[in-house]
């Protein structure tokens, strides 16, 4: 056994110094990240009522799978960091076995090659499992090396990384793989990467752009050239982009009321409930809508590093930090296409969205961070 | 020792780097939420109110509610034209994902006609708004109803749409009259208020259809209403009604049209009835008629080929684009120019060898009668339609002071009120001659114009409007055809001036004659003029075809026919009150008292006897035909 693993044993097992442990810690749930995300879900569902035209079926779709993904956070809250330290490499390379199998006999849906099917049982897309499995193996990799780390070590990340990343963005699945890649970035950022390694990989990124679009699948190209300009095709490609602008700047402060946004009810606007649905809370709700959306996500990022920064071991840090951070980015890019400020990715806005993989994973993430919270070893006073 | 050292990792250090990142993170993630927010707030506040005139330009869509079209009916209220639901197919491109492939399965489905196509692709362009519907086809049947219903899913943006549609009921008799209505054209839609005309597809193109457009088409109103995406209407929010075209009552009797239609009996020509008090058109009759109800939809090619070839030429109204030679009608008028100007007295007598001869000249006019009438004087004259009396007469009289004349009476000018493209007819002068010709007038030429020949040109609506004044005693009534819009009655404004003789009296000689040429010994017309039971009066006409036209073609027997006289015959009763004038022509039938005396005389005796069934009859007649059409 190696000095760090056993020095985390010793942590889970010092019972010997001991507090009283408040009844959240003992069934190993933060009460404010738990609040802050309940308030989020139950945000999303009203929404989600107005945007699925007042399907009540589908809210309850929703809750169902809200009732699995907090399970699976609670579930997850259980688990010692220890025990999901241990898992890392599995869960890994089980994650990138997935891929492989999708690359060679995947579902296709959506036109593109995403979903894994054992028939009868689940039918799930490995690049969701990837998303937690990437930070949690380039954190536990990190874990055993000193920080910030040096350069051999960044290139292992780099393999680590660019190996899943590269087989999901053949999926094709550039948003996915872009949210996979930043959840490895954020571990290195946050593991101390220095600003001279950063600058230069920046440059090395904006190098690997023409690379990167001479890759790109036609339609994947067509919706940056749409973002640049989305009146050059209205009817076409550019009205996503151009109805979800006009939902929501129609919005205008207050908002329209509740299922009362034209644009979302008299269905102006494409994939209202799924990737789209924040421009119906604009719509709706407005400013204000936005607003305080945009302030309860803010505190749940707080909530987050704070996590991580109490976090006790480097394995805990760098997974929490990731896990929030990537977060962040997922509503970033979500709000920043639906507004109009970045190209249309498939990024839906995280537990708000209608659709169950995306939201399992980020409240199993959560329950991540709840456990490395409330497993910590409690200091003498 | 050294490379184990490495390995050692620097937990403070670590916990250090780790919060100033963490720190440095949440300060990137305040300020790229703070980048949202700022792209909000430019949405929602800055930009707010060009994307609510967007939002509400998506949903909101304006449509037309195209107006309802007055009804025609006759004096009596009997139906003349009416609208009936028919269904329409149309479409709205803007919702078509591919045209061509949407025409091409239409037409299968509909099982029309491949070229028919091309057609639909044609009337696709013709709208005047962007996501307006455009009409492709009228009349769909119920199998074509059923089998666009059927696969409606593939046709989106392809309507089935309830309308009605213009339907005139005894076509063939009313066709002239009421013209018809039809497609509008582009032409037509150029010129068009485009909000009026906005729902409306069809427009008035000829008869009292054209002439009151404005009135029977009314006011289109409008409906604001909600679609959704696909274009689908959710709700009214706000609409004005269209204001309904006016009703107009004619003043053509339909049992009186029905009757004179009847007696034409197919033949060309055309009867043409007026109420000389009031200048109302009771009957205005061209034949043959035509089917007007094929224009309405568009009519084919092939029928239309057919009218257009027709030697009959039923497309031509002759009641007032027929100009003919008014023939010896004109005697009664030409007898009054000749009192009026002092050329002639009552009872001063020419001498008829049977022919006229121009001072100087050795060229013989000849009298109808070839053997001449011997001495006559205007009296008799006018009875037995002496040529030479008018040859002198008109040779004094001059051919200016004649036209002059004429003029008074209506001849050579458009007098009527409300009848869509009425022609003028021709009234010759000295002046017209040297303008048209570039010639002097020849007295040679006056002689015609003397008999109603020659130069002399007149529409049958303008003899029977010429008799309707005689009748009147000079007094001028406009002729029309609406009696009544909306409940009001028309009194047209006086067109021209009222005739006032130097003797009044002159008129009383004027309806004797006119009388005896129906009851006198020597009348031209007296063998339709036994039993009288009114005092009629009336003037036999003869007009002789001199030429062929050029592009009628040779043909031994139908020369033969073509080149008969026309039989013309005007006439008013009963001379003491008059209740109708009118004029019949029958195109090549040959002398005017032997075969358009004896029309004239069923018409007034069904007008005038109240126990004549005749009107009834032709009345119930159009109904059984309307029984047989429905069938």
Not at chain 2, 15 to 26: D, G, H, I, K, Y
């Amino acid at each position: 056994m190696k000095p760090n693993e056993s020095a985390l044993l010793q942590a889970s097992r010092g019972r010997a110094i001991k507090r009283r442990r408040s009844v959240w810690e003992r069934i190993h749930i933060d009460p404010w990240l738990l609040g802050l995300l309940l308030v989020l879900l139950a945000s999303g569902l009203v929404v989600l009522y107005s945007a699925s035209g007042q399907r009540l079926a589908v809210v309850e779709g929703q809750v169902m799978r809200f009732g699995v993904a907090l399970s699976a956070m609670v579930v997850l809250a259980q688990l010692s960091p220890i025990t999901l330290y241990r898992w890392s490499l599995p869960l890994y390379l089980a994650g990138l076995a997935m891929l492989v199998a999708v690359e060679i006999m995947g579902d296709i849906g959506m036109g593109a090659q995403r979903w894994l099917v054992i028939p009868g049982v689940v039918r799930f897309q490995p690049s969701e499992l990837m998303k937690l499995a990437m930070p949690m193996m380039v954190a536990a990799y990190l874990h055993r090396r000193p920080l910030p780390p040096g350069l051999k070590d960044i290139l292992i990340c780099a393999v680590i990384l660019a190996v899943p990343v590269v087989l999901i963005a053949k999926q094709p699945d550039l948003g996915t793989s872009l949210l996979v890649a930043s959840a490895a970035v954020f571990v290195l950022l946050m593991a101390g990467l220095s600003w001279r390694l950063i600058g230069c990989l920046a440059v090395l990124a904006a190098a690997a752009l023409p690379l990167l679009w001479l890759n790109m699948h036609a339609y994947q190209r067509q919706r940056v050239l749409t973002f640049l300009n989305p009146e050059s095709d209205p009817l076409g490609a550019g009205w996503n982009i151009i109805q979800s602008t006009t939902a929501i700047g129609s919005g205008g402060i207050g908002g329209k009321g509740w299922t009362q946004g034209t644009q979302s009810q008299l269905e102006f606007l494409p994939e209202r409930h799924t990737d789209f649905i924040v421009a119906v809370l604009g719509e709706e709700f407005g400013l204000v809508g936005m607003l305080l959306i945009l302030v309860l996500y803010l505190m749940i990022v707080m909530r987050g590093l704070i996590i991580a920064n109490r976090a006790q071991d480097t394995y805990g840090r760098l997974v929490a930090g990731s896990i929030t951070l990537t977060f962040f980015i997922y509503l970033f890019v979500n709000v920043g296409m639906v507004s109009g400020i970045l190209p249309v990715v498939g990024v839906p806005l995280p537990l708000v969205s209608f659709g169950g993989t995306s939201s399992v994973t980020l409240l199993a993430g959560f329950g991540i961070l709840m456990s490395i919270h409330s497993h910590r070893r409690l200091l003498p006073r | 020792m050294r490379k184990r050292r490495e390995t050692l990792k620097d937990t403070e250090q670590e916990v250090r780097v780790f919060r100033n990142r963490s720190l440095l993170a949440a300060l990137v993630v305040v300020l790229m939420t703070g980048g949202l927010v700022a792209r909000l707030v430019y949405l929602q506040v800055v930009q707010h109110d060009i994307y609510i005139t967007r939002s509400d330009k998506n949903r909101v869509r304006v449509e037309p509610l195209p107006p309802t079209r007055g009804l025609l009916l006759d004096r009596n209220g009997m139906l003349l034209a009416e609208n009936r639901p028919t269904y329409n197919l149309t479409i709205v491109p803007e919702r078509v994902d591919d045209l061509e492939e949407t025409l091409g399965l239409l037409v299968d489905i509909l099982g029309l006609p491949e070229d028919q196509a091309r057609v639909f692709k044609e009337r696709s362009r013709q709208r005047q708004r962007p996501f307006q519907p455009a009409l492709l086809m009228s009349e769909l049947n119920e199998k074509q109803i059923a089998k666009l219903a059927i696969n409606r899913y593939r046709l989106p943006g392809i309507e089935v749409e309830a309308q009605l549609l213009r339907y005139y009921p005894d076509t063939d008799i009313m066709s002239h009259v009421i013209g018809y209505v039809g497609r509008i054209n582009a032409e037509e839609l150029a010129s068009l208020d485009k909000g009026d005309y906005a729902g409306t597809h069809f427009i008035g193109k000829t008869g009292v259809e054209k002439e009151y457009e404005a009135v029977l088409h009314g006011e289109a109103g409008l409906r604001k209403v909600e679609t959704n995406a696909r274009g689908r209407v959710l709700r009214e929010l706000g609409r004005t009604d269209p204001e309904p075209g006016k009703d107009i009552v004619l003043t053509i009797d339909k049992r009186l049209q029905k009757l004179a239609y009847q007696l034409l009996d197919g033949r060309r020509g055309s009867i043409v009835a007026i109420e000389p008090a009031t200048g109302e058109i009771l009957a205005m009759v061209s034949s043959p008629g035509f089917d007007s109800n094929l224009f309405v939809t568009g009519i084919s090619y092939k029928d239309y080929r057919g009218l257009q070839n027709d030697p009959d030429l039923p497309l031509y109204n002759r009641a007032i684009r027929g100009q003919y030679p008014p023939a010896s009608t004109v005697k009664p008028y030409m007898a009054l120019a000749g009192l009026e100007n002092g050329v002639i007295t009552p009872k001063e007598t020419v001498y008829d060898p049977g022919y006229y001869k121009l001072p100087g000249f050795e060229r013989r006019y000849h009298n109808w009668l070839r053997w001449g009438h011997g001495r006559v004087d205007m009296h008799r004259a006018i009875v037995v339609s002496n040529d030479t009396y008018f040859y002198n007469l008109a040779h004094d009289l001059g051919i200016d002071r004649l036209a002059e004349f004429m003029h008074r009476f209506g001849f050579g000018e458009e007098t009527s009120a409300d009848v869509y493209g009425a022609a003028s007819g021709l009234m010759p002068s000295s002046e017209w001659k040297r303008e048209r010709h570039g010639q002097v007038w020849f007295p040679g030429e006056t002689l015609s114009v003397g008999i109603g020949q020659g130069y002399w040109l007149a529409t049958p609506l303008q003899m029977a409007t010429a008799m309707s004044v005689l009748a009147n005693r000079g007094e001028w009534v406009t002729p029309h055809l609406a009696k009544r819009v909306d409940g009001e009655t028309i009194t047209p404004p006086k067109l021209k001036e009222d005739i006032e003789l130097s003797n009044e009296r002159w008129w009383n000689l004027i309806d004797s004659a006119l009388e005896d040429v129906m009851t006198g010994s020597e009348g031209t017309a007296r063998r339709s003029g036994q039993d009288l039971a009114y005092r009629m009066a009336g003037k036999s006409g003869t007009a002789q075809v001199f030429t062929l036209s050029n592009d009628e073609r040779y043909n031994a027997a139908e020369l033969e026919e073509r080149l008969h006289d026309h039989a013309l015959f005007t006439a008013f009763a009963p001379i003491e009150n008059p209740q109708i004038a009118l004029a019949v022509i029958i195109e090549n039938a040959g002398g005017g008292s032997s075969h358009a005396a004896p029309l004239a005389r069923q018409i007034l005796d069904a007008w005038l006897l109240p126990d004549d069934e005749r009107l009834d009859e032709a009345g119930a007649a159009t109904e059984e035909h309307e029984i047989h059409e429905t069938e």
